[in-house]
């Protein structure tokens, strides 16, 4: 499985960027997509995810309302529209696949194999 992530770059504060996941290499239908962040000196966090066969996607509380995960089947894609963004919101974002992942449980960095590279999303005030 490889995943790509790209998209990031620099926005200001209330903006608005969306980052995509390009996955490949098997058949993901059965599989659940993550969108994790880290900032510098601080410890990897959930963001939002979804699963590939359906459902809208579940989010991290500090990303309610303002951000949203969705997905391209056709093209393997996933996508995160990230608006009024806000300078908290500056860390390398990357995007995780495994399967077999269900409920909160897609909340948890540590239980996803399949990682993609990062891209930077840097929000300035």
């Known amino acids: 499985v490889q995943l790509q992530a790209s998209g990031g770059g620099l926005v200001q504060a209330g903006g608005s960027l969306r980052i995509s996941c390009v996955a490949s290499g098997r058949t993901f239908s059965n599989y659940v997509m993550g969108w994790f962040r880290q900032a510098p000196g601080k410890e990897r966090e959930f963001v939002a995810a979804?699963?590939?066969?359906?459902?809208?996607?579940d989010y991290a509380d500090s990303v309610k309302g303002r951000f949203t995960i969705s997905r391209d089947n056709g093209i393997n894609t996933v996508y995160l529209q990230m608006n009024s963004l806000k300078p908290e919101d500056t860390a390398v974002y990357y995007c995780a696949a495994d399967r077999g992942i269900y409920g909160r449980n897609v909340m948890d960095a540590r239980l996803y194999v399949y990682w993609g590279q990062g891209t930077l999303v840097t929000v300035s005030s």
């Open positions: 979804v699963r590939w066969s359906g459902g809208s996607g």
